[in-house]
C-alpha cells in the first residue's frame, strides 16, 4: 500500500524510498517522528478537538477539518518542498477516490509561521497516478537504489545506513 510518506520519499531520495518501504528503519527515525509530532502538539494544542483523524484505504491524516474539508498538514522544516506539496495532493487524491470532492490542504511551517494552500487541480489526478506508479516500480526493484549524494543526506534518518562504508 502506497502512503504519503512513500510519495513524499519519492520526491526527496529514491533510495530512502525503498528503504522505508522495504521495512527498514533506523533509530533516528522515531526521533524524528517524535518531534514532528511534538511541534503538531505544542504549536496547536487544541486541534485535537477542532480536527478528526481519518483513516483511508491504509492511509492516516492526522488532522481533517471534515466540516471545511481542509486536510492540515505540521511540517517541520523551514522551507516549502515540493515533497511536501505531492504528499499531500497524494492525500487529496485519496479523499477523490473515496468520494470527498472539493477538498484542499493546508501546509502548517509552524518554525516559518507559514502555510501554503494546495488546491486540487486539473490535470492532478493523472499526475498523482504517475506518482504512484512510479513509486510502485521503485519499491519493486529487487535491489536498493544506488546511493545518490543529496543535501538532504546529512540530515537523513538513513544517514549512517548509506555512508557506513565510507571514510
Ligand atoms: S542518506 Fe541520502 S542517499 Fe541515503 S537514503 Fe538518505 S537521502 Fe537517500
Known amino acids: 500500500m502506497i502512503t504519503g510518506t512513500h510519495i513524499a520519499y519519492l520526491h526527496t531520495c529514491h533510495r530512502k524510498l525503498w528503504l522505508f518501504a522495504h521495512g527498514i528503519r533506523m533509530e533516528h527515525t522515531s526521533d524524528i517522528v517524535a518531534e514532528g509530532k511534538l511541534i503538531g502538539e505544542t504549536s496547536y494544542p487544541d486541534r485535537s478537538k477542532k ?17 471545511n474539508k481542509v486536510i492540515h498538514e505540521v511540517k517541520k ?21 473515496n468520494g470527498i470532492e472539493g477538498a484542499s490542504a493546508l501546509l502548517e511551517y509552524p518554525k516559518m509561521r ?54
Open 51 to 67: 480536527y478528526t483523524e481519518l483513516e483511508l484505504d491504509g492511509i492516516k491524516i492526522d488532522f481533517y477539518d471534515a466540516k
Open 77 to 97: 522544516t523551514d522551507k516549502v518542498e515540493r515533497a511536501h506539496i505531492a504528499q499531500v495532493k497524494y492525500y487529496l487524491y485519496m479523499l477523490s477516490k
Open 114 to 167: 507559514q502555510t501554503q494552500i494546495v488546491e486540487w487541480e486539473e490535470g492532478d489526478e493523472a499526475l498523482v497516478s504517475t506518482y504512484i506508479q512510479k513509486a510502485t516500480a521503485i519499491i519493486n526493484q529487487p535491489h536498493c537504489p544506488a546511493l545518490v549524494r543529496l543535501p538532504i543526506c546529512e540530515k537523513c534518518s538513513y544517514y549512517d545506513f548509506c555512508y557506513s562504508g565510507e571514510e
